[in-house]
């Protein structure tokens, strides 16, 4: 079926993390942190939708004219980010999203409004293109689309992966990534022709439950399964406002810590039903323990007996 | 919008997963209480009635007032054991007329749509109510309890409305005459009926007073961002890739050439 009509595209996902390096058959990207987004876009309308296919224009409605600056009817594949103080801000795209109320939707897109920046095109015209190489994917891509605030299109470098990655070191960004030249588009693929390089690894975990410190700052507790059995694997912080921590707060509460052994800074911890998934941020150790864990969101796209060991 | 809750439709031998969303949600302004002298939010204490100790949520428990100052305390292990099976899934029970059931017994609405796998059960099941004009009723267990469902069809999914049981319904409180009328005037008054009918229209209803509260609320936030509007740089994204990829190019003045400059749009 059409891929434009049926509106249905599992975008191709990263296969692989790699230490920064230099390569003549890749091309190098930032890494912008947002929501990964595939847009519809034709003559008279944008629809957006989010990696589990839900629909994202109610929660940002500043993008519904991006349609006007694309030439052609087109499918792209992209990020959406909003930017504050230069950088692209995941805390912000995150509360936006779990948002309902339209009046507030309202003031915080004219405060903080979203734009997309894409990096891929799957579908020109009428038909789609996803068996074309890369980079003549790219050029389409260029070529269909007239940049503005809400509507961006990837810079990309060639060979000079490290340069770019220190870049992103200097500037707090999120990383790169790098994509081989010739790939073509696999919907819904988890591919080695693109492969992640960050500053920040993450990783998802059970959340297990909570303790609140002091100002406003509560730490989550976090767990993965080995077997049956969950196990103890830390705290990540996160400030009592995020809206996340509403969610996890209305968890029903369970008596007992569902760990085996558990070491002694947990006393004041509220034990909650393993239902919710997170992702921590943090950096890497050599031991391989996290150091500056820090809570980044829920994720409701995977089941708590995923995160394991 | 997240997924409410997940849930299987069974019928008859196939079962449908299926997503359900809440299908309404309240736009109305709402404000907090804050301290008149610095701004701040009101936060509330837990404190005991009878000795004024402040409470955290371990210190209470649960307690139902059968008569005045008298309590039988509920456990939590009380409640679990009388705790409904819990039966996940929709089991359809019968089927009715879509007109037959008065407004009166639904509660809350959800949207639902098929899962993966689900979709051509779920379309067969849908079409064939829109068809038949019919709803199905069903069961499922909600949190602990058991619950009473309408699944109604639309042109795009289905509606799956909780309803009340018979007896949470009120009977009219008092009874009132019903005076005999006079054919002319009741004639005359399905002539005027008639005469004012027209579709319902729900989009040209709009709730006036909350309108005018966002343009307050607006005009008042937009003069508190001013000042601070002023002094933040417009950041955007295409300047910061911009940056970065030009300082590449200055690293390399080799071979200028070969990173691709991105043509600007016409």
């Known amino acids: 079926m059409d891929l434009f009509e049926s509106k249905n595209i599992k975008p191709m996902l990263i296969g692989e993390m790699q230490d920064p390096f230099d390569s003549p058959v890749h091309i190098y990207e930032l890494k912008l942190d947002g929501i990964r987004c595939i847009a519809y876009l034709d003559k008279s309308t944008t629809e957006l939708r989010n990696k589990r296919n839900l629909k994202m224009l109610a929660k940002f409605p500043e993008l519904a004219d991006i349609y006007k600056h694309v030439k052609q009817r087109c499918i792209l594949d992209g990020e959406l980010i909003v930017m504050i103080d230069g950088k692209p801000n995941f805390d912000e795209v995150r509360r936006r999203s779990i948002m309902s109320n339209p009046f507030k939707i309202k003031l915080a897109a004219t405060k903080f409004p979203a734009s997309f920046t894409t990096y891929d095109i799957l579908y020109y015209k009428d038909h789609d293109i996803i068996d074309l190489p890369l980079m003549q994917r790219k050029k389409l891509l260029e070529k269909n689309i007239n940049e503005n605030e809400r509507l961006a299109i990837s810079r990309y470098i060639e060979e000079h992966g490290k340069d770019l990655y220190q870049l992103t070191v200097d500037n707090q960004l999120e990383g790169i990534v790098a994509k081989t030249k010739d790939s073509k588009y696999y919907l819904g693929k988890e591919t080695k022709d693109w492969i992640k390089i960050k500053n920040m690894k993450d990783d998802d975990f059970v959340v297990c439950g909570y303790i609140l410190k002091k100002n406003n700052v509560v730490s989550i507790v976090l767990g993965k399964y080995s077997g049956k059995n969950l196990v103890y694997q830390g705290h990540a912080t996160m400030g009592e406002s995020k809206a996340d921590f509403k969610l996890i707060k209305a968890i029903p509460h369970i008596g007992e810590q569902p760990f085996k052994g558990l070491p002694a800074d947990n006393d004041n911890a509220v034990w909650i039903e393993p239902s919710l998934v997170c992702i921590v941020q943090y950096m890497v150790t050599p031991t391989g323990s996290l150091r500056q864990p820090v809570f980044k969101s829920l994720r409701g796209d995977k089941a708590p007996e995923d995160c394991v060991v | ?266």
């Open chain 2, 1 to 266: 919008m997240a997924v409410a809750r997940k849930s299987v439709i069974s019928f008859g031998l196939v079962a449908i997963p299926i997503d359900m969303y809440t299908a309404t949600q309240d736009n109305d302004i709402n404000f907090n209480q804050l301290h008149d002298e610095d701004n701040e939010r009101i936060k509330y204490k837990k404190s005991c009635s009878h000795c004024g100790k402040e409470l955290t949520t371990k210190d209470i428990i649960k307690g139902y007032e059968y008569d005045k100052d008298h309590y039988v305390v509920i456990t939590d292990d009380d409640l679990e054991k009388i705790k409904t099976e819990k039966e996940k899934s929709i089991q359809i029970l019968h089927f009715a007329q879509l007109n037959q059931i008065s407004p009166i017994y639904y509660e809350k609405t959800y949207l639902a749509t098929p899962e993966a796998g689900g979709d051509k059960a779920f379309e067969l099941l849908r079409a064939a109510l829109m068809a038949e004009q019919r709803i199905a009723i069903g069961k499922t267990v909600m949190g602990t309890r058991e619950t009473l469902l309408a699944i109604i069809p639309r042109e795009d999914g289905l509606l799956i409305s909780t309803m009340f049981y018979e007896d949470d319904i009120k009977e009219l409180p008092k009874s009132y005459n019903k005076p005999a009328l006079s054919e002319a005037e009741f004639d005359m008054a399905k002539t005027l009926i008639n005469s004012m009918n027209t579709p319902f229209n729900p989009e040209e209803y709009k709730d006036e007073y909350q309108g005018k509260l966002r343009e307050l609320l607006e005009t008042k936030i937009a003069g508190k961002e001013v000042v601070a509007a002023k002094s933040e740089k417009p950041s955007n994204v295409i300047s910061l890739m911009d940056a970065l990829k030009a300082s590449i190019d200055q690293n390399n003045p080799n071979k200028p050439k070969k990173t691709k400059r991105v043509r600007k749009g016409a």
